[in-house]
């Protein structure tokens, strides 16, 4: 059977850099890998950011978002039906940051799904610089994913002290409380991984590698109003040195929502650079290849506000907006 591999996680907690690292320690192992990438919205900026690892040992595939979770569970599974003809041992999953953990339990034990796959390992990545105050749906997709989390893998712990950390896993049990779910974390627990991705060796990736998954049961949350929401700017030119700065003060703008997420590239004139933000960490760096796009994700965006910002800001004629 082919070993399905889920890597969950809130918006912004590094999901995609550890798959970066996650797959290509499979590979350095000989084991054939795919990648089964869902953005929050219909574009899907982590494809762009992970194209380099296509090769003959790791091939990416797309679920494209912005649709309904009746729509997503079909476009899930088609994926999976596909990609078990084509010779995987192992697929490793990135969800977007609100994806609910149970579709992923409920469509593997669909037919004939249960018969080619079986599930391997839930890593949950955790943010050092977790907000103290998230949204109710934000509290409950973070106690929903640890519940059934293998490893808790902490991301962004560099400079960080224990003290520090101690506090976020607090969060975590606080989120846990919340959902009824009676799994607590302690910082010295087998599976609370708190290392410095940089200083992670070949032992600590095979830990992660075989850490399971576990399934403690919680109360359930339906959301009938939907909040969280993802635009689209496209076109948008501007001195590179400024666009750090833009998105910056587009977090401190209370006027425009609650932005949780800022990331997608931008033309310059030796290639492009790539914009990875969130309220406590932005990043502009340079990439080979990129898309003339930015993507804000965030609850009660105000849509028109924020198009105007950009509009204020961009030199670009061509410049849209969705």
Request: hydrophobic share 40%.
């Amino acid at each position: 059977m082919i070993q399905i591999d889920l890597i969950t996680g809130i918006l912004g907690s590094g999901k995609t850099t550890f798959i970066r690292r996650y797959i290509n320690y499979l590979n350095s192992k000989g084991i054939k890998t795919a990648a089964l990438l869902n953005d929050h919205g219909a574009v899907n900026v982590d494809m762009i950011l992970l194209k380099d690892l296509e090769s003959e040992m790791c091939h990416l595939e797309s679920i494209a978002g912005g649709c309904d979770a009746d729509c997503y569970r079909r476009r899930f599974k088609t994926k999976l039906i596909a990609l078990s003809m084509m010779g995987f041992t192992r697929v490793v999953m990135e969800p977007s940051g609100i994806f609910d953990v149970d579709d992923f339990f409920d469509i593997l034990n669909e037919e004939p799904l249960d018969k080619w796959y079986k599930i391997g390992n839930i890593i949950t990545i955790v943010d050092a610089c977790l907000d103290e105050e998230l949204s109710h749906q934000s509290e409950f997709i973070l106690g929903s994913q640890a519940a059934n989390a293998g490893a808790l893998l902490f991301s962004k712990t560099s400079g960080k002290s224990e003290a520090e950390i101690k506090e976020k896993l607090s969060h975590v049990n606080s989120a846990l409380d919340k959902i009824s779910c009676r799994r607590t974390f302690a910082i010295d627990d087998d599976n609370v991984i708190t290392k410095d991705w940089n200083a992670l060796k070949d032992k600590d990736m095979e830990k992660i590698a075989s850490c399971g998954y576990q399934q403690y049961s919680y109360v359930k949350e339906w959301f009938n109003e939907k909040t969280s929401s993802t635009h689209y700017f496209m076109h948008v030119t501007m001195e590179a040195e400024k666009l750090k700065d833009f998105a910056e003060s587009l977090f401190k703008d209370a006027s425009v929502g609650e932005i949780y997420r800022i990331k997608g590239f931008m033309p310059v004139d030796d290639g492009w650079v790539e914009l990875n933000a969130t309220r406590h960490v932005t990043t502009l760096k340079p990439i080979d290849k990129g898309q003339d796009i930015f993507i804000v994700i965030g609850d009660n965006l105000d849509f028109k506000k924020l198009d105007e910002r950009f509009r204020t800001i961009t030199t670009n004629s061509e410049y849209t907006s969705i």
